[in-house]
């Protein structure tokens, strides 16, 4: 699976986060590859309806529908068309209790939850709240197109290992400087089910081109 | 002005929130008073699409576009068709710092800003800030249908009489416990421009109705 | 062991928590069972000098000796005699990274961590980044006069099971409500291995009466 | 008047926290200049019992005395010894409803109040809160040696002005980049009647020295 997440980028707002969400269902569709996006809260309906690619949501508040004002509710996202949420990125931290609490709002509503960590120790603590997904992410190497397989490969085999030691269900996610289709090769490679990417294809000068290098390396 | 804020009511959630947005329209149209809508964030594209009114967000974060994950930027409610945005409601508290950020943001990209204040002296505070509206709310009476200008008239006037003083050119909302279109009426002769409302009419049986008292009792 | 938690309360405050102190190093030597303190950051030297008890503070944050204001730093709390710091007490909760980044600031002084959990599932997530302790505790039966043990007695033995599986030298402690003796046995025989009191010793009319049934029942 | 910010530096920490006062302490009586100073929580009554200056906290949370943990109340810090705290440090930011509860908090218990802002709107802001003291600090200087007095002046004027507009009783200090006697003299003279100062004095390699050279300006 590849989530592009496209945080609040201008280059993945509005109407440019629905061409590139129908860039990630035309490369999906061509590879047979699962490929989601987690556009800004405001984007999701406009491409839930428009496109046929898993959408996810960036982040959820554990808030329940009522007198709350400006959270985002699970329930919002799911009516809005999104089949999961980003929790806990490096850039919205959350609670520990907190994070259990999302979790399982989200299970009974049944949107698939992808926690990040930032670490392989994290990533064990939080594989005990079981969500579907961990993607583990060093905060340094976000964005700086330095891939953690590369820099940090045993970031990845050992939180494959502490968090299937936990939950063998859970499926382990890599992020963080992938920008290539062989930094996705690599990620699976070390044990990885998938790939969290942002910059790299957002920022791409064709994110069509590097979506099609990553499926091609997904698929093999 | 009757601001209503959909906060994360079910029954102001995605379709909901468009029929209440309809009813809003009807009646601002027919009373020739202006009534704008804050849903959550998802279905402010919705509602901008589909009806005439002016749409706000619940809350903007101050988050530039670019490498931030889960945050609500002030560009993403633009384009998705929003004119204004609620900030530090009661439910939802900012520090002061971050206020002036949002409300230079908001200026910056013509976001009409109304922020929210519990006392009359934070609003006198918040008032050299130069957002266009403060909407004066004491927490304990929100959602509890005794309004604020029975209850507590002396924060409507103190506050208005405060936040002049600062900047004239302020419109002061009030807000908190308002159910009736009297309410309405004593807020207004109190010295406010205009209410901001949630439970008093999202909760209402027939919404519309409630909102046709309102809009009576606001253009006399 | 049982772990004292002062809280903000005037009872424990200042002189107050010398004399309880005073009471804690009494029972505890008469008893053989070892009682430690947690009082205001302000009190901790002040108990550390004067009474041979071992003195918790009742949080530290992760920042680092340098240019922050208005931390508490652990090794300002190291300096003031601290031998240990309660993290994330259900009064203040920590971000899941926060807590990993505090226990190994800890670790690297030497300081005690006892990690406050609100569930079994959240104490087993905690066990990964390896505390010395982890406390459970049910929110809603803090400061109830409810003994956890009686009310909930499966939290202690699923935390125990689960905790032990990730980290066996992790020692558990059962909080919330303890006010008697034999809440205290009831925890002990649900196979923790001490408590975390607060009102149940500093609200008492004799805290040192209370403090020696707890004592009683710890040692046999 | 100076107020002397020790943050968590290593530096001013404990014992040499004692060994900083007492030069504050000489200096202050050789000079008849009110010099403060504002060590980290745990250090507070070591400083009051011993020396005799004025000693600040340098942050206090709203709480009650009560069940709460982790929290410095404002009753904690008065009875270590203290009488006064800084409040909203750059590094310590607080929502604009907690600053007004937390000054008000202070108020009735006659803890002097220092707090800070980022830019002259917001110190014109929190002059509606009326504490005792506001100290305007250009974030981007902190700790930059580069004085604001000279960087940046007309944020001191302007400050001044604006905050006395609203409350001329509030005292304006300076902050930001101070190393010298002669930056004191330039804020003095763009209108402020103190300084807040923190590594131009605490990473001295002489703290006494500068201390001497601040009165000495101070005074004139």
Redesign the interface.
């Known amino acids: 699976m590849i989530l592009i997440?496209f945080?609040?980028?201008?280059e993945s707002?509005?109407k440019r986060a629905l061409a590139l969400a129908r860039a990630a269902e035309k490369v999906g569709k061509e590879y047979g590859v699962c490929i989601a996006v987690a556009p800004?809260?405001?984007?999701?309906?406009?491409i839930a309806k428009n496109r046929s690619v898993p959408v996810f949501?960036?982040?959820v508040d554990p808030?329940?529908?009522?007198?709350?004002?400006?959270?985002?509710?699970p329930?919002?996202?799911v009516?809005?068309g999104a089949c999961g949420s980003?929790i806990?990125?490096?850039?919205?931290?959350?609670?520990?209790?907190?994070?259990?609490e999302i979790v399982g709002r989200c299970g009974s509503l049944k949107l698939i939850t992808c926690v990040c960590?930032?670490?392989s120790?994290?990533g064990?603590?939080?594989?005990?709240?079981s969500p579907e997904m961990i993607a583990v992410e060093p905060p340094e190497l976000?964005?700086s197109g330095i891939s953690v397989s590369k820099a940090k490969p045993e970031v990845i085999t050992d939180s494959v290992r502490?968090i299937r030691a936990?939950n063998p269900k859970i499926k382990v996610l890599c992020g963080a400087g992938i920008t290539k289709g062989e930094d996705v090769a690599a990620a699976l490679r070390l044990g990885s089910e998938g790939i969290l990417v942002?910059?790299g294809i957002v920022k791409a000068k064709d994110p069509e081109a590097v979506l099609r290098d990553f499926a091609e390396h997904m698929r093999r």
């Not at 529908?65 to 509710?73: F, V």
């Not at 806990?88 to 259990?100: C, F, P, W, Y």
């Not at 064990?124 to 709240?129: E, F, G, I, P, R």
């Open positions: 997440n945080k609040t980028y201008e707002q509005g800004q809260h405001v984007d999701i309906p406009l949501a960036q982040h808030e329940m529908p009522g007198s709350h004002t400006g959270h985002i509710t329930e919002s996202v009516e809005a980003i806990n990125h490096s850039e919205r931290r959350l609670r520990a209790d907190v994070i259990e960590a930032n670490t120790r994290v064990k603590a939080l594989a005990a709240l976000i964005g502490m936990v942002a910059s």
